[in-house]
């Protein structure tokens, strides 16, 4: 039983780095992105999820805007 309960970190960090993988191309795409690797981050991370939901959309708003070529 101990197994199952490393699993769902681990996915939740597979989530979010696959979101974080794809940029959008608006800026609501972008938005929405991050917000749902930031919440599975939090998850993982037994953390708030509006905070992560938060910083996650921000965060990959930003590294859009700062890096459009990469997005």
């Known amino acids: ?14 989530f979010a780095a696959g979101s974080l993988s794809a940029c959008g191309d608006t800026l ?6 991050g917000a749902g690797a930031g919440a599975a981050a939090a998850v993982a991370l037994d953390g708030n999820l ?3 939901a938060l910083v996650g ?9 700062q890096y459009p070529t990469r997005c």
């Open 50 to 52: 509006a905070a992560g």
């Open 28 to 33: 609501a795409e972008q938005g929405v992105l």
């Open 1 to 14: 039983m101990q197994i199952k309960t490393h699993i769902k970190p681990i996915l939740c960090a597979l």
């Open 57 to 65: 959309a921000a965060a990959n708003v930003a590294y859009c805007k």
